[in-house]
């Protein structure tokens, strides 16, 4: 067994509300891309790539990432999956070239947890070759059949390096045969939410291994009030962040996965709150009023999760924590 530690324990940290896809064919959109506002930005040599394209485009993303000002970035690459004859030259390729300038390599179409075994050896191998940390290069895993979805527990639990689990729904609604041709919206004649299940599936592996879960692309890139109802429900299920394949898609995408102001501060009020209550000073109280509403150990849990987030986003608090008094 080889020892190495945790790259996800520092890249859970790294926000992704925006997650940017690239084609690593394009040299334009690969320089445009780093002066863009999104969190993490992916290079992609699978579906934005063509066949013809993919061997020039891994070069040319090893020269973006190695030359490129990704300053504040999670820099990504999506390699091709498993099926193909594409992966292994891809992963080789890119990490042997820009290994140190890499967070994470994203595999797509994962459908059980040996895939991801199999792209952990071979990163483990290419940074035991060329000397680099071992285990630092992160693994992204995205969901996009059933049968993926059905393993996505165990996917998750398959490598410490496994940092974040996605959705990828055109891909998954194809494998399921569902009636839409619009990716990302509700098919026709289903009343309810037709991802719900697939999202709180993909959701609780995520929390379950302490990974980040990113809901993927919405295809109509004009509509941006349709992007914006579509992240909204990833969000207000607790997903992380959302795939944006265009600039008028990121701020969107950071103000949907970003608290607001109000709850920033509500939460760093009850944190404040919470951590008086249990002090000497406050009485050593395990819950306390914080205004009308009474606060305990779970109220800090949650204000810890609004909190982390707000922070992360660059959030600053307008509210000051005063105990009361008499």
Request: include cysteine; glycine fraction near 8%; hydrophobic fraction near 45%.
């Amino acid at each position: 067994m080889i020892a190495r530690p945790s790259a996800s324990s520092a890249g859970r940290l790294r926000p992704r509300r925006s997650c940017l896809a690239v084609p690593g064919s394009n040299p334009r959109f690969l320089e445009k891309a780093q002066g863009l506002p999104a969190d993490q930005v992916f290079l992609d040599l699978e579906d934005a790539c063509a066949p013809l394209a993919k061997e020039s485009a891994r070069h040319a993303i090893v020269h973006a990432l190695n030359t490129g000002d990704w300053s504040g970035k999670t820099r990504v690459v999506r390699v091709n999956d498993w099926t193909t004859h594409w992966t292994y030259r891809d992963v080789i390729t890119v990490v042997e070239g820009a290994g140190p300038n890499l967070d994470c390599i994203m595999l797509p179409k994962v459908q059980d947890a040996q895939q991801i075994v199999a792209l952990d050896l071979l990163l483990t191998q290419i940074e035991q070759t060329m000397g680099f940390t071992v285990g630092r290069i992160g693994i992204e895993a995205q969901i996009e059949n059933a049968k993926g979805l059905v393993n996505v527990d165990e996917i998750a639990g398959a490598s410490p390096r496994m940092e974040t689990i996605v959705f990828g729904p055109a891909d998954f609604m194809a494998s399921i045969n569902m009636k839409s041709l619009v990716v990302g919206e509700q098919p026709p004649g289903y009343p309810a939410d037709a991802y719900h299940y697939i999202l709180m599936r993909i959701l609780m592996a995520a929390r379950a291994h302490d990974l980040q879960a990113i809901d993927g692309p919405y295809l109509q890139i004009k509509n941006v009030d349709g992007f914006r109802a579509v992240a909204g429900r990833a969000a207000a299920l607790g997903f992380d962040g959302k795939w944006v394949l265009h600039p008028g898609q990121i701020d969107a995408a950071n103000e949907v996965f970003s608290p607001s102001q109000e709850d920033f501060d509500h939460a760093e009020l009850i944190l404040d709150a919470y951590a008086w209550s249990t002090s000497e000073a406050g009485g050593k109280k395990g819950s306390a009023m914080l205004g009308d509403e009474m606060i305990d150990e779970a109220s800090r849990k949650m204000a810890l999760v609004i909190a982390g987030k707000g922070r992360a986003a660059g959030l600053h608090r307008t509210s000051k924590f005063e105990p009361p008094t008499g």
